[in-house]
């Protein structure tokens, strides 16, 4: 496995994170699904999905949150990894087909640490998650 | 029998849980979550979600999550800093629990702390679900 050799860069203020981007399917819900053993029929049963008010299949909150701290991770290395806080709320659903693209933006640094917006929208602009992403970078 | 968290009131404690971040979980987490930046990081890292993820399955063995269910809010903290190979003890109860318009909203706080007593990940998930366990069209 590589590892990380480079320097996490400095953010400040405004500065934009790498944004993550990644295709729901229901397969890789599935396979969430599996792994978290959250096996919620409005992620699995079609039939039942489609009598929801979301008309069909969603992705679990949880799995685009995960882009969002797959962003963290890209952004600030091991100081994600090793601790943090992250304050979401769920605002839209992703369904299979969807495009997600997790982004976000600086808004503040005091000291160690650094206090982001993030949010993840689908292809059409839609917002499904939003909040901010709290780091330590000691 | 597994009973369900539209049956539990506020207050509700589960039982403490016990469990391990397995390497083949957490890769299995990994695949499924397409986490590309971890692989970066030195051996052993984990994205920090496999943690909640890891807590919540093993609460879900206690109480089912009613159909329909919708997470709606999720707050974490975390400090991975700990011994990552040690038994893991999770802690939940049910903090807060409303009704409205057909729908209840759930809070349910979830705390996870090492063998040693360090706190690894703190949170609350709030899910909102049909009163009824119908679905809403």
Known sequence: ?138 | MIVSLADLPKGHEFAETRFKLTPEWVAEYAGAVEDEAIGSLPDRSYPPLALAACSFRALLKQASLPEGAIHVGQEINFSLSGDRESELVARARIASRGERQGWVLMGIDLNVASDSGKEMMSGRATITFPLSGETVA
């Open chain 1, 1 to 138: 496995m590589s590892q990380r050799t480079e320097q996490v860069r400095t953010y400040r203020e405004n500065d934009s994170l790498p944004v993550v981007t990644k295709t729901i399917t229901q397969e890789k819900i599935n396979r969430y699904a599996d792994a978290s053993g959250d096996h919620n029929p409005l992620h699995l049963d079609p039939a039942f999905a489609a009598k929801t008010q979301f008309g069909g299949t969603i992705a679990h909150g949880m799995l685009v949150v995960a882009y969002v701290s797959e962003m963290m991770t890209e952004a600030f290395g091991e100081a994600w990894v090793m601790g943090g806080r992250l304050k979401i709320r769920f605002r839209g659903a992703a369904h299979p087909g969807d495009t997600v693209t997790a982004s976000g933006r600086v808004v503040r640094v005091e000291g160690a640490r650094t206090t982001c917006e993030v949010e993840c929208r689908n292809q059409t602009g839609d917002v499904l998650v939003s909040g901010d992403a709290e780091v330590t970078i000691r």
